[in-house]
T-cell receptor, first 113, second 112 residues
Framework: EAEVAQSPRYKITEKSQAVAFWCDPI?????LYWYRQILGQGPELLVQFQDESVVDDSQLPKDRFSAERLKGVDSTLKIQPAELGDSAMYLCASSLSRFYEQYFGPGTRLTVT | KQEVTQIPAALSVPEGENLVLNCSFT??????LQWFRQDPGKGLTSLLL?????REQTSGRLNASLDKSSGRSTLYIAASQPGDSATYLC???????????FGTGTQLKVEL
């Protein structure tokens, strides 16, 4: 069964350092999402791609966060510089298109010290 | 702004009991509603998706209903098992299909 892949699974970094997360969606899925989940809360959308184009990045802190999906397949989310408040689970999801079921990857647990 | 609420926040039941998890949302203009399961420290597993035109969906021991007009959904779990212990999240898709808004989840523990 096809799955969304993410790496790394865990990342510990010091504040002010740069971190990057990678996501490989299910093959053929045009829409890719990055979510952030703080412990005890539901995930919140950071950015949504349709193929290689950003559809919604209204909740992305653009002063420190960036995301790209250059060839419309895999995607990278970067934080520079990391802050203590960025400690969270970062989840990637994909779907055939915007209105279809979303499938999530295992997530990357980020701890900023 | 869409808001999603899940009640109860936590639930502990003995094995074999049937149970209901509740989800409510403030904006009834939704495209679909999804129920997810999340194990500690893991990603989300999709359980059921209900389109806005549907009233319910079933998968094995799970049954989800949707009343869009009242902004409510329920997830019914029959004959609960210890392996069902997890956090259950509901999420609604709104905003032109751009935004999946999640509730804070119900943490379920099924005891032997």
């Amino acid at each position: 069964e096809a799955e969304v892949a993410q790496s790394p699974r865990y990342k510990i970094t010091e504040k002010s350092q740069a971190v990057a997360f990678w996501c490989d969606p299910i093959s053929g899925h045009a829409t890719l999402y990055w979510y952030r989940q703080i412990l005890g809360q539901g995930p919140e959308l950071l950015v949504q791609f349709q193929d290689e184009s950003v559809v919604d990045d209204s909740q992305l802190p653009k002063d420190r966060f960036s995301a790209e999906r250059l060839k419309g397949v895999d995607s990278t989310l970067k934080i520079q510089p990391a802050e203590l408040g960025d400690s969270a689970m970062y989840l990637c999801a994909s779907s055939l298109s915007r209105f279809y079921e979303q499938y999530f990857g295992p997530g990357t647990r980020l701890t900023v010290t | 702004k869409q808001e999603v609420t899940q009640i109860p926040a936590a639930l502990s039941v003995p094995e074999g009991e049937n149970l209901v998890l509740n989800c409510s949302f403030t904006d009834s203009a939704i495209y679909n509603l999804q129920w997810f399961r999340q194990d500690p420290g893991k990603g989300l597993t999709s359980l059921l998706l209900i389109q806005s035109s549907q009233r319910e969906q079933t998968s094995g021991r799970l049954n989800a209903s949707l009343d869009k007009s009242s902004g409510r959904s329920t997830l019914y779990i029959a004959a609960s098992q210890p392996g069902d212990s997890a956090t259950y999240l509901c999420a609604v898709l709104t905003g032109g299909g751009n935004k999946l808004t999640f509730g804070t989840g119900t943490q379920l523990k099924v005891e032997l």
